[in-house]
């Protein structure tokens, strides 16, 4: 049984439709990759997934369980988390609070496994979240993520906004991600750090799925091909 | 030394009204309802409070003790049947609901109990009027418990938000509910548990209501008035803002009396009024006052 299966999911926001038919399955531990230029659909696939939107049509079935009607907080609780675009910390709360705030499920990330995982937050974890980097804000968004123990971690432009320093700073985590075991979907305009980090690749054009495969088996060339969608009808 | 007696007075007075404020503003700074059924369920927790000493045959502190558990699974019906279902529907429709929830209390308050002033001061003896004499200056025993009590109610809000995973998450719900869902926060069952808790507060409110002075199917108004100016006059930024704006009103009101009697409620309303016009004159408007209003508890 897969951990993930997205089928036929359809999505609108109003009259406009985000999603058309997309599908796809994850394998306990597989990093796929998510690309595609803007309004791609890309982070509302990713918000369908974690039940922040709600389908118009289509299933998310997780580890075989239809969660897709499920609202959000439930399915943190069956072990999908969101890192969202734009981090959507909370700004007045603590970093320490932060991370204490999303432990809802029991697992190997616990507080300490997190900052060990994510050591740029350790200085600063009694200060606000709004008052920290964008590196930073990434970190906590991770570690809030972590401590819901996610089975499914949604990573949605993690590198949007930060210095190559900061984006540095949070990929160097993802070792430490893989290793726990955790399936990763990553959301990501850098395609050159987005193939290194995946297992497999899929890119999205107007809302629908273009091309996948496993990384390894992409070119660079095919996937630029498909993110301008010079060959959209050949996925 | 009459002016230092006033202040005094008017700094008790402000416990009062601290108490009556801290409901409507954690409410609001929770779930942005303004709750103009405020005044009118602090009356009736003291309806429901005498009710259950009288017929009962206890103490009113032990009719108190009975009354808090009824006003939180009261703020839990009206999370659930009022609340929830009309903040799905806009801003504006939680201001009618809780409106027309003010006319049905105030109504069947009246239907059941008639238009007769009901109090405690007979039941809780000694209290109602012994007081402290410090020199010149006179400290009212029950006053000095009502301000005592509205320190605590801050000082343990303060506790549950700051320290307790239930106060992170009512923290959390009241930032950014979408963010809080993502982190597995129930945001549902966060603001039924507001609504419990500040029915409690509504409840202390209501008890003080009835010991301090007496209470009618239609007193709730004015207390809604005295509240809303509290949290108004504390402004933004802390918890303790709200003991603030209760004090600075009490202070107000005790002077204008000290002047002339009909200027006691006058003198409040001037400040109120004074306070919101800089506020808003800072920039931004009645919207923006509220929106920074609203993250007072967080």
New interface residues.
Partial sequence: MSLLDVKGLQARHGLLVALHDVSLSLEAGDVLAIVGANGAGKTTLMRSI???HKPSAGKVLLNGEDVTNL???KH??RGI??V?EGR??????TVK??L???A??KGTWSFDAVLEALPQLLPVLNRKAGHLSGGQQQAVAIG?ALM?NPELLLLDELSLGLSPVAVEGVYDAMPRLKSAGTTIILVEQDLRRAMAAATHVMCMLEGRVVLSGRAGELTREAVMDAYFGLNRHAA | MDLLNDLLQGLLLGGYYALLASGLSFLFGVMRVINLAHGSLAVLGAFIMMVIYTTLGISPLAGLALMLPVMALLGVVLQLLILEPSLKSGPLVPLLATFGLALFTDNVLFSVFGADTQGFAADIGDLSYNSWSIGPLYVSQLDTLIFATAVAVLGGLQVLLSKTQIGRMIRATAEDEDAARLSGVDTRTVRVCASALAMVMVGLAGAALGARGSFDPYAGGPQLIYAFEAVVIGGTGSLWGTLIGGVVLGIAQTLGGSIDTHLTEIAGHTVFLAVLIVRLGRGGGIGSYFRTLRMRFV
């Avoid at chain 1, 959507?88 to 709360?93: E, G, H, I, K, Y």
């Fill in positions: 974690a039940g922040a609202p959000a907080h943190v609780r988390a969101l969202p959507r910390l909370f700004p007045d709360m609070d932060t204490r705030l999303a809802c499920r809030r819901t």
